[in-house]
């Protein structure tokens, strides 16, 4: 049972910056794809960015390209998401997420994903 413990979440003024981290129990080079999700009150789960590190590929929503960037550690078995340019509109609680295998739904799907974190909240005040 693989588990994910996101951290780094807080109040950021808009167009500040935060790195959130995930910790995760076990390598993440073991995984399919590494994920970060995001939830806002009242709204379903959406995808933000993803990896599949073995093929050195990255996937971005298109709210957030050019803003956020993926990134790992291995030796720490860490993701990290760097946010810039925060927006009032990026408020949400992110979720860290693994596939441990390829489940044929894409690296934007949350049913793609196998194990979750618990999710840390950003919030962006204007």
């Known amino acids: 049972q693989v588990q994910l413990v996101e951290s780094g979440g807080g109040l950021v003024q808009a167009g500040g910056s935060l790195r959130l981290s995930c910790a995760a129990s076990e390598r993440t080079s073991n995984s399919y794809y590494m994920g970060w999700f995001r939830q806002a009150p009242g709204k379903e789960r959406e995808f933000v960015a993803a990896a599949r590190w073995r093929v050195g590929s990255t996937y971005y929503a298109d709210s957030v390209k050019g803003r956020f960037t993926i990134s790992r550690d291995n030796a720490k078995n860490a993701v990290y998401l760097q946010m810039n340019l925060l927006k009032p509109e990026d408020t949400a609680v992110y979720y860290c997420?693994?596939?441990?295998?390829?489940?044929?739904?894409?690296?934007?799907?949350?049913?793609?994903?196998?194990?979750w974190g618990q999710g840390t909240q950003v919030t962006v005040s204007s």
């Open positions: 997420a693994e596939a441990s295998s390829y489940n044929g739904l894409g690296p934007s799907s949350v049913g793609e994903y196998d194990y």
